[in-house]
C-alpha cells in the first residue's frame, strides 16, 4: 500500500515557468489537500478537494490552481512561478474529512530562482 | 476564527528524559485536535487524535496528550525520550461542523534529543 506519492521531489523553476506537482493515492480517500511548508509558519491550506470534479480555495491559492478529474489523483498547477512559491509542498488524503486525521505524502521541495 | 499556538520553536532534551510539547488554540467550541511528527525530509505522521471522551489520550510510538477545555490546551508528553524522538512535532485543530475541511497547524516544534 504506497499510501500518497508525490512527484518531482525536489525541482528547480525559473520564474515565469510552470509546471504540475503530481499526488496520488490508492486508499480510495475521498478527500484530498495541497499544503505549503515555510520555515517558521507551519503548513498553510492552498486547495482542497472532497470529491472528483469538486475542488475548493483554501488559506493561500493565489498563484496556484488544481483539479480533481479522478479520486486517484489531486494535481497542483503553478502558473508563472515566483520566488514566493519556493517551499515544500505536501499533498494529504483523507477518508470523509478532518476527523479521519490525514495522511500525508513526503513532499515536492520546489525552489523558484 | 481557529488558530493554534506552539509557544516553543525549539527545545533540547537530553536522551531518557520527560518531554512535554505546548499546544494552545483558539476555537469557538469543542474541536478535533491532533499531533503530527515530521521528520527530516518525511512527511507528517499522525502522533494522537482527541476527538471527545477521555482528555488522556495515548498515541503511537510512546506519545501521549492531554485535552484541558479551560486551558484551551492540548500538551504532548512522553515520559523518557528516545534519540529517534528528534524531529519536528505539529499541533493542528480542526472544525467539528459537517462540511469543515481543514486542519490549522501550528508553527511546529524542533525537538533536538543529546545523548
Known amino acids: 500500500n504506497a499510501g500518497v506519492t508525490q512527484t518531482p521531489k525536489f525541482h528547480i523553476l525559473k520564474i515565469g515557468q510552470s509546471m504540475t506537482l503530481q499526488c496520488t493515492q490508492d486508499?480510495?480517500?475521498?478527500?484530498m489537500y495541497w499544503y505549503r511548508q515555510d520555515p517558521g509558519m507551519g503548513l498553510k491550506l492552498i486547495y482542497y478537494?472532497?470529491?472528483?470534479?469538486?475542488?475548493d480555495k483554501g488559506e493561500v491559492p493565489n498563484g496556484y490552481n488544481v483539479s480533481r478529474s479522478t479520486t486517484e489523483d489531486f494535481p497542483l498547477r503553478l502558473e508563472l512561478a515566483a520566488p514566493s512559491q519556493t517551499s515544500v509542498y505536501f499533498c494529504?488524503?483523507?477518508?470523509?474529512?478532518?476527523?479521519?486525521?490525514?495522511?500525508f505524502g513526503s513532499g515536492t521541495r520546489l525552489t523558484v530562482v | 476564527a481557529q488558530s493554534v499556538t506552539q509557544p516553543d520553536i525549539h527545545i533540547t532534551v537530553s536522551e531518557g528524559a520527560s518531554l512535554e510539547l505546548r499546544c494552545n488554540y483558539s476555537?469557538?467550541?469543542?474541536?478535533?485536535l491532533f499531533w503530527y511528527v515530521q521528520s527530516p525530509g518525511q512527511g507528517l505522521q499522525l502522533l494522537l487524535k482527541?476527538?471527545?471522551?477521555?482528555?488522556l489520550v495515548q498515541g503511537i510510538k510512546g506519545f501521549e496528550a492531554e485535552f484541558k477545555r479551560s486551558q484551551s490546551s492540548f500538551n504532548l508528553r512522553k515520559p523518557s525520550v528516545h534519540w529517534s524522538d528528534a524531529a519536528e512535532y505539529f499541533c493542528?485543530?480542526?472544525?467539528?461542523?459537517?462540511?469543515?475541511?481543514?486542519?490549522?497547524f501550528g508553527t511546529g516544534t524542533r525537538l533536538t534529543v543529546i545523548p
Open positions: 494529504a488524503s483523507s477518508y470523509l474529512g478532518t476527523s479521519y486525521g490525514y495522511t
Open positions: 486508499m480510495n480517500h475521498n478527500y
Open positions: 478537494s472532497v470529491g472528483a470534479g469538486i475542488t
Open positions: 476555537y469557538g467550541a469543542t474541536p478535533y
Open positions: 482527541y476527538f471527545s471522551g477521555d482528555t
Open positions: 493542528a485543530v480542526g472544525a467539528k461542523q459537517t462540511g469543515a475541511n481543514n486542519l490549522f
